[in-house]
Every structure is written in C-alpha cells, then in structure tokens.
C-alpha cells in the first residue's frame, strides 16, 4: 500500500467522540482507497498485476459502480478477466500447464473472494492501530481521549484488545485493556436496553400516539453497526 493512503492523524479520528472510532477510520481508508484505485493507479503496471490477480469483492465492485468514472472500472475488468480466464481455463497455456476441471474450478472459486480493496483496507487497518497504540503508550492527553470514546464496536475492541496485548508495554497494557472493556461493556449493555424497548414497542399497550420510543427506533441499525463495524444506512 502506498504510504499516504494511510497517512491518516489517529488523534483527528479519535477527536469527534462519535460513535466507533475505527469505524470511522476505516471507512476514511476505504474512501481513499476507492478514490485511488479510480484515479491515475489504475493504470500503474504494479497496481493492475495486483487488480489482475485479486479482483474485487462484491460490496467494493457495487461501490466503484456506483462512481463516476465506469471506464477506470472497465479497464480493470478487461485484464482481470483476461488473468481469470488463464488461472481457471488455463488460456494461453500450453495443454501440460492447464488446470484440471476442479483446480480450475477451485480458482474460479477465490475469484469473489479476494479482493485488492479490502487487503489495501487491512493493512491500512494494521498500520493504524498500531499507530494508536504507540500514542496510547507515549501520550497522556490521547490516553484520555481513548478512554473519552462513546464506543467500540465489537470487531475493533477485539482488534484493539489484541494490538494491546501485543504492542503495549507492562505499564500501560492493563489500563488500556480496562478502557476498551469499560467503554465497550457500556455500549453494549446501552444497546441491549434500546432492543430491548424496541422490542416493548410492539406490544399493544403501547400502540397509542404518545407511545414513548426513547432512543430505541435506530437501536437495530445500530446494532448492526456494532456486532459488524459496518454501517447497514450507507453501505
Ligand atoms: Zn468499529
Ligand atoms: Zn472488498
């Protein structure tokens, strides 16, 4: 992955006090690496070996369709499909090198499922919350901001729990582990009592007009949000 791509200040992404933080990292690589893979990239030889043999994954295909530029998607395609035609079908290849019906078929297979998108995503992804822990480990003022958060989703705690355990030094391990679960437990626990009266809302006594919904009418999109990291309203 390029450098800049991940250039992203984990103190500005940390700052609004919004939601999960990481949610809301990821998403910004995500952005950004739709934007690049859109732009001059695509024609960059090693970026399109590693388009040719990843391809894309069906949510990132459905978001580089819904952009503007259908030519940088259809580029792309044209040679990726040109790689699969040769790694399934063995085209182009002399009659002892082409795959068997079922190795063809086992590659056929990984098509949908590797995709250059989401590995750019994860190592950005890495390289982040790796540098989170370093400022967790070296800065008093962003270890309050981490405690400050409102929430982990669940598959960022568990990424976040385990950067800790690995990364952080004695000194500071334990706290930022208490942190995560503080936060985290409290979310969850907050979320379960917003389904819980989601769920109170479908009984007739509370029918009338003046039914009280609390905080409880987006609990299940939010739900979704925290049991996945992502967000079921805009993707
Ligand atoms: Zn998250
Ligand atoms: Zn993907």
Redesign the pocket.
């Known amino acids: 992955m390029r450098s800049d791509l991940c250039s992203i200040p984990v103190e500005e992404v940390f700052a609004p006090r919004e939601g999960c933080p990481l949610c809301r990292m990821r998403a910004m690589l995500e952005e950004r690496v739709l934007t690049y893979i859109m732009g001059a990239a695509m024609m960059e030889p090693d970026v399109r070996i590693q388009t040719n043999r990843q391809g894309?994954?069906f949510?990132?295909l459905k978001k580089m369709l819904n952009r503007r530029n259908r030519l940088s998607v259809a580029l792309m395609l044209e040679s990726h499909l040109t790689e699969l035609d040769r790694r399934v079908f063995g085209q182009g290849k002399p009659f002892f090198l082409k795959p068997s019906a079922g190795a063809g078929g086992r590659s056929a297979e990984r098509a949908g499922e590797t995709?250059f998108?989401?590995e750019q995503i994860e190592t950005g992804m890495s390289q982040l919350v790796r540098n989170t822990m370093v400022l967790y480990e070296n800065d008093r003022a962003f270890r309050e901001l981490f405690a400050g958060q409102p929430q982990f989703c669940l598959p960022h705690y568990s990424l976040l729990a385990a950067a800790a355990e690995k990364q952080l030094s004695k000194k500071y391990r334990a706290r930022c582990l208490e942190d995560l679960t503080r936060v985290t437990r409290a979310a969850l626990e907050e979320l379960h009592g917003d389904v819980k009266h989601f769920c109170d809302m479908f009984d007739y006594r509370n029918n009338g007009p003046d039914a009280d919904w609390g905080n409880a009418r987006d609990a299940l999109e939010r739900a979704a949000r925290m049991l996945t990291a992502r967000d079921p309203e805009t993707e």
Request: glycine share 0%.
């Open positions: 894309f994954c949510d990132h995709c998108v989401c």
